[in-house]
């Protein structure tokens, strides 16, 4: 047998081989045995993953910068690494997508959970929107765009603006890999249509998590006024007025995600029934409470208060002062929709704040539905961190 040319990781005595033979898809620098042979690995490459024994565990992509010193790729040691792995594996994502969705505007890979650590790709129709967010699929990155373009995916853009980047050591430069994108770009969602920027927007340009949320939110909103709070380009907004609001108000801080939300609404058909407020959300709420103002129904969905532990207690009381705000501007009989994309806040802590601020406002709900991200957003089983979106719906009773 020819020796792999592949350099070899192997885990501490103390370190537990079962949990990444079970699953785990880390490997932390403390659970590794550390020499210079192991610390000069060039970021990105790929390495046998070997316990105490020497035994074979698994292909990792290593990171000797990073604290996460290793994602494991594949179980089997023999593999390549190379285009044909990749597209094998889109494939494989794709046909869940295909299955799920009748027009292909969703998230085609959602890192780990999708057997591709690190990487998060958004399609939108032809398009699709990579963010190779670890060292490693930042190596491979033309050989992403040319598996996505295999797929019928002609125009790959590389989006740079990944929060864990930096960590990983990479820079913040997008670019196209394949292709060009002229202008906005058009997405059917839940009967409405939206105006993504693919290349100035946030993240990739549209939140395809919501998905459900925003249709759950839709049927409660029916004839009635619908204020969207952290509302970026109306997500919630336009599938209420497609399902039937009277009246939708979106408030945001970013006047071109309010801009982007007014073209939605017109490509809709619903400009005449759609509004925008420009500001502090925090300090906007306060105004409109003070001024008697009340909604059908009150959305808040605010970026993530609580990106890592070190922010949880501080984010946890940013989910106590929005539900207080919101909670105070809801009819009886209304209906508040309080969301958290923060995976450091887990579904316990965030109803506990949010139920302390609904209390200082002096309000009585029910619980009448938890959502989280849709179907084209899996959970990896032994990743918590995968299960990030959380969305309580409660009835204002008094």
């Not at 370190?15 to 785990?24: L, N, S």
């Not at 046998?48 to 910068?65: E, F, S, T």
């Amino acid at each position: 047998m020819t020796p792999s040319p592949l350099p070899v990781v192997r885990l501490r005595p103390g370190a537990d081989a079962r949990k990444i033979r079970f699953g785990a898809p880390w490997v932390y620098t403390n659970e590794i045995v550390t020499d210079r042979r192991t610390k000069a690995i060039t970021p990105g490459a790929v390495a046998r993953l070997q316990d105490k024994d020497r035994a074979d565990i698994a292909l990792i992509a290593v990171n000797p910068g990073s604290r996460i010193f290793g994602r494991v790729l594949d179980r089997d040691c023999t593999q390549q690494i190379d285009r044909a792995w990749i597209a094998a594996r889109l494939r494989v994502a794709l046909a869940h997508r295909d299955h799920m969705y009748a027009d292909p505007y969703y998230r085609l890979i959602h890192a780990e959970a999708d057997g591709l650590p690190g990487v998060v790709i958004d399609r939108f129709g032809d398009i699709a929107v990579l963010q190779p967010n670890a060292a490693w699929a930042e190596r491979l990155a033309p050989e992403f765009a040319g598996a996505l373009n295999a797929l019928g995916m002609t125009h790959v853009l590389k989006n740079a603006s990944g929060r864990t980047r930096k960590l990983e050591g990479l820079d913040d430069i997008s670019h196209m890999l394949t292709g060009r994108i002229d202008g906005l770009i058009p997405v059917p969602m839940n009967g409405a249509s939206y105006c993504a920027d693919l290349l100035e927007g946030q993240k990739t340009g549209l939140f395809f998590d919501q998905r459900p949320n925003h249709a759950f939110a839709a049927g409660l909103a029916r004839g009635g006024r619908v204020l969207d709070v952290f509302s970026h380009i109306g997500g919630f907004s336009h599938a209420a007025l497609a399902a039937g609001a009277a009246h939708a108000t979106a408030l945001d801080s970013s006047a071109a995600a309010l801009e982007l939300a007014i073209r939605g609404a017109s490509a809709s058909g619903h400009a005449d029934s759609f509004a925008t407020l420009k500001g502090d959300a925090f300090a906007e709420m306060e105004w409109l409470g003070g001024a008697g103002q009340r909604f059908d129904m009150v959305v808040a969905d605010p970026p993530a208060f609580a990106p890592g532990k070190s922010a949880l207690e501080a984010g946890l009381r940013a989910y106590e002062r929005t539900a207080r705000l919101a909670a105070r501007l809801v009819e009886t009989g209304g209906y508040l929709v309080l969301c958290s994309c923060s995976h450091a806040a887990d579904l316990q802590k965030f109803r506990a704040s949010t139920l302390r601020g609904i209390g200082r406002a002096g309000r009585q709900v029910q619980l009448i539905h938890t959502g989280f991200a849709g179907p084209d957003h899996p959970q990896h089983p032994a990743l918590a961190e995968s299960g990030y979106l959380k969305a309580l719906f409660f009835r204002v009773l008094s």
